[in-house]
């Protein structure tokens, strides 16, 4: 790994976000419009809308970094762009450091707008401390682009990699313990509910909300993270240098 060139990448792909208004509305814009209408639907109960809007704070920016990353990396893929700069001096490692670098610092942005609408206009109150909701919001944003990252591999089209939206994202939101609670589910749909990173950014919005800073918190962070690793791992194995 090069860490000029790692650094090069990063500034490459933000540059390209910059330059991109309609990403720029889908990463910022868009969650925080959600949260709005969220706040609105629950005009009258902000109890509700404090439980649900912690919880979603996890969900929306995760969303929306599958989809931008995804297929962002699938044109690098289809273009010959990834083709090209696998001729240079690039390595595997120094593409996904700088991807993950360019949309961290996206994340910051995004979770940091949506937090700041969420918790000072909106407000939403996290009894654990905002801290934890920041950080966890992060790193569920994180996890979305690493498995955007992954999923393009698997598609030739940017419409294909839309597909992967619902196959991926929405049975993580029906099993994350959101709409039920996880230990109410029947036992085949609870271990899959606990195979899914999705589900431990939502236990742990949850505890936040619930004024709950222990073990289990901490778990279920380290938890998004090592997904986090994993799935750019294996994102890294489907990187290859010639497309087919």
Do not use: H
């Not at 989809?67 to 240079?88: D, I, K, N, P, Q």
């Not at 961290?104 to 909701?133: D, K, N, Y």
């Amino acid at each position: 790994m090069n860490p000029s060139i790692t650094l090069a990448t990063a500034w490459r792909v933000l540059r390209q976000l910059r330059n991109d208004p309609r990403t720029i509305a889908m990463l910022v814009v868009v969650p925080s419009a959600l949260m709005i209408l969220l706040r609105y639907i629950y005009d009258g109960s902000p109890r509700t809308f404090d439980r649900i809007g912690l919880s979603l704070l996890g969900v929306f920016p995760f969303v929306a970094m599958f989809l931008v990353t995804s297929v962002a990396m699938l044109r690098e893929r289809t273009s010959g762009t990834l083709e090209r700069l696998f001729t240079t001096r690039l390595a595997k490692l120094d593409l996904l450091i700088g991807y993950a670098l360019a949309f961290a610092a996206a994340t910051v942005v995004q979770v940091g707008v949506v937090s700041l609408i969420s918790f000072g206009w909106l407000g939403l109150s996290a009894p654990a401390g905002v801290g934890w909701v920041l950080v966890l919001a992060m790193a569920s944003a994180l996890l979305g682009m690493a498995m955007g990252l992954l999923v393009s591999a698997f598609a030739r089209t940017e419409f294909q990699a839309v597909q992967f939206l619902p196959a991926v994202v929405l049975p993580q939101f029906l099993l994350c313990g959101l709409l039920t609670p996880r230990a109410q589910m029947v036992d085949l749909l609870r271990w899959l509910s606990n195979v899914l990173p999705m589900s431990y950014a939502v236990e742990g919005l949850g505890r936040v909300g619930q004024g709950t800073v222990d073990a289990v918190l901490i778990r279920d962070v380290l938890v998004v993270v090592a997904c986090i690793v994993a799935a750019l791992a294996l994102g890294a194995a489907t990187l290859r240098r010639r497309t087919s």
